[in-house]
């Protein structure tokens, strides 16, 4: 299995508050992404990293901000949480921009 | 439209048979295309990757790809109940790193 961990694995936080999610790979990849799974809507991109301070938006970018100083974390932050973004959270990486991903266990974030 | 389209299901099929799973896409730029794995509550595995026309078979796993009519597939042969999982198509389109995901098809094996 790929080395992907992911922080926390469970987290239930309120509205309003700063988030931030961890993710943490041991096997030296390039790319790195973030990924929101929702029902009816399927993994959706929110950010992605293609180098050390290098990154991207994806489709659902807004409302979460990335980080990326060292080639094996990539930190999701959600600057002010909001209910709609209560998800399971997927951080995956990559070799290759162009090649398959490998997904960490996921975290579950409840905003009340 | 979604970039990647999928049938939700979910697809039933009695164990031995062989599970059709079928994707489209819109972008004919598309170059690479994945399936994956979802058990419930779990993260998605990677089965296939497939990036010309034509087949690919890994075990009981074929994936097929045509360009010219802009859809993937995967066959699952002699079926499992441990097959029974959510099953997504990806392709990478409209950049070279992002990939988008269908919404995945619900596979149930019944014994």
Known sequence: DAGITQSPRHKVTETGTPVTLRCHQTENHRYMYWYRQDPGHGLRLIHYSY????????????????????????????????????SVYFCAISEEGHGPQHFGDGTRLSIL | QKEVEQNSGPLSVPEGAIASLNCTYSDRGSQSFFWYRQYSGKSPELIMSIYSNGDKEDGRFTAQLNKASQYVSLLIRDSQPSDSATYLCAGISGGYQKVTFGTGTKLQVIP
Do not use: P
């Open chain 1, 51 to 86: 180098g050390v301070k290098d990154t991207d938006k994806g489709e659902v970018s807004d409302g979460y901000s990335v980080s990326r100083s060292k080639t094996e974390d990539f930190l999701l932050t959600l600057e002010s949480a909001t209910s709609s973004q209560t």
